[in-house]
């Protein structure tokens, strides 16, 4: 029922821009906080940005200052605006919610950062 789909990847320069969409159905999507994880090849996935129901936001250290995350409760769907982007954010890019101890993932949209 549970459905998270990524989109809004692809390729960029260092010091681009890109903002990534997960569009969500099949659960009250205002009632839950909404987070983005990447996984870098060779490397565990890691969090990124989580927004709470309330709209309060908290961000991983490596992206503060450069990533936003941000909600539409109207459409279902929350955003990753990336800017300033450094090879380093190479990543496939995750949506995920939390139902207690139930976690949902959408199938991920690359994002490659390089010159």
């Known amino acids: 029922q549970v459905q998270l789909v990524e989109s809004g990847g692809g390729s960029v320069q260092p010091g681009g821009s890109l903002r990534l969409s997960c569009a969500a159905s099949g659960f009250t999507f205002s009632w839950y906080a909404m987070s983005w994880y990447r996984q870098a090849p060779g490397k565990e996935r890691e969090l990124v940005a989580t927004i709470r129901a309330g709209s309060t936001t908290m961000y991983a250290d490596s992206v503060k200052g450069r990533f936003t995350i941000s909600r539409d409760n109207a459409k279902n769907t929350v955003y990753l605006q990336m800017n300033s982007l450094k090879p380093e954010d190479t990543a496939e890019y995750y949506c995920?919610?939390?139902?207690?101890?139930?976690?949902?993932w959408g199938k991920g949209t690359l994002v490659t950062v390089s010159s």
């Open positions: 995920n919610v939390r139902d207690g101890g139930v976690l949902y």
